[in-house]
């Protein structure tokens, strides 16, 4: 399986399930698996920030890669962003001979001017080869990398194996505007845009050009139908159930808190067993799981699969 420069939908970015020891949770991996395909995902997306990807061993991410590809019968991308290019070639590679559909690469933190940014986008795919198809992630919130429009343009431009924008950016309505203008007056051939940030910009994002989203929201079942109702140019609709869900998905970006947020929810929904993270992390509160319930409860009186 592969995606294109016309992808759209919902790639959802899956966590990876740990016991509370901190073992993988291998069946946990295959319900989340499912449960992703059977919300009407597109694809999905492991291994990246959400995924806790640094803190595995190298056999385990790969043990992932091999568990997810074989189950999901949608496309799997997946993140090999490393500080190292040795370590992403390997990773883009075996992932790519797994069957994998392609990969995603962040910018490393170290960067500042737009030369060092398309430099190491040059650097990287000449590492991981020209025949991988990836995806570019633009997440300045967290990577700390800053790329405008025009250097996000020139990357695509200069690597015909760019397929997707990961668009993270915040505020970035803007810049999705930006890039569909230059392809509108031919100054950038096509690419798919995908976008983050917990959904929550999703109720104008697709307006702006975005094909869908890319993140791990609690309720992918409800992303995939939010991007349906803006394709179908039910607008009204869509903001309608985007608004049930902005609460929740507000609480979630909270820094520090976000994965747990996320891993509770997906342990409400009876998806993982347990809502554990790799060490460190920062595990929820039984007050702030207390407020993320009582989300859930008046969410359920909009949405039913919040009735948990």
């Given amino acids: 399986m592969t995606f294109s420069t016309q992808s759209k939908g919902v790639y959802a970015i899956a966590t990876t399930p740990f016991l509370p020891d901190g073992a993988l949770d291998h069946p946990s991996i295959d319900r989340l698996t499912d449960f992703y395909v059977e919300s009407g995902v597109t694809g999905i997306t492991i291994l990246g920030i959400m995924g806790e990807a640094p803190k595995l061993e190298p056999s385990e991410s790969r043990a992932i890669i091999k568990q997810v590809v074989s189950r999901a019968n949608v496309p799997v991308i997946v993140g090999v962003s490393a500080p190292g290019f040795a370590a992403m070639r390997s990773?883009?590679?075996?992932?790519?001979?797994?069957?994998?559909?392609?990969?995603?690469?962040?910018?490393?933190?170290?960067?500042?001017?737009?030369?060092?940014?398309?430099?190491?986008?040059?650097?990287?795919?000449?590492?991981?080869?020209?025949?991988?198809?990836?995806?570019?992630?633009?997440?300045?919130?967290?990577?700390?990398?800053?790329?405008?429009?025009?250097?996000?343009?020139?990357?695509?431009?200069?690597?015909?194996?760019?397929?997707?924008?990961?668009?993270?950016?915040?505020?970035?309505?803007?810049?999705?505007?930006?890039?569909?203008?230059?392809?509108?007056?031919?100054?950038?051939?096509?690419?798919?845009?995908?976008?983050?940030?917990?959904?929550?910009?999703?109720?104008?994002?697709?307006?702006?050009?975005?094909?869908?989203?890319?993140?791990?929201?609690?309720?992918?079942?409800?992303?995939?139908?939010?991007?349906?109702?803006?394709a179908a140019g039910k607008r009204d609709e869509a903001h309608d159930l985007f608004d049930a869900h902005l609460p929740l998905i507000r609480y979630e970006q909270q820094l520090g808190i976000g994965l747990a947020v996320r891993k509770h929810v997906l342990k409400r929904r009876g998806v993982i067993t347990s809502d554990a993270q790799r060490k460190p992390g920062q595990m929820l509160t039984a007050t702030a799981k207390a407020e993320v319930d009582y989300l859930l409860e008046r969410l359920a009186r909009r949405d039913r699969r919040a009735a948990l």
């Fill in 91 to 230: 990773l883009a590679r075996d992932a790519m001979e797994m069957g994998a559909a392609g990969v995603m690469i962040a910018p490393t933190p170290a960067l500042r001017t737009d030369e060092q940014i398309v430099g190491y986008f040059e650097q990287a795919v000449e590492a991981i080869g020209e025949d991988i198809p990836w995806v570019l992630q633009d997440y300045p919130l967290t990577l700390s990398v800053v790329m405008s429009a025009s250097v996000v343009a020139k990357v695509i431009a200069n690597h015909s194996s760019c397929r997707m924008l990961k668009h993270e950016d915040w505020p970035g309505l803007e810049k999705i505007s930006k890039l569909r203008a230059m392809q509108k007056a031919g100054e950038l051939r096509e690419f798919s845009i995908l976008c983050g940030n917990g959904g929550m910009f999703l109720d104008f994002e697709p307006e702006r050009g975005a094909d869908g989203a890319m993140t791990g929201y609690g309720f992918p079942d409800m992303l995939v139908e939010l991007v349906e109702l803006f």
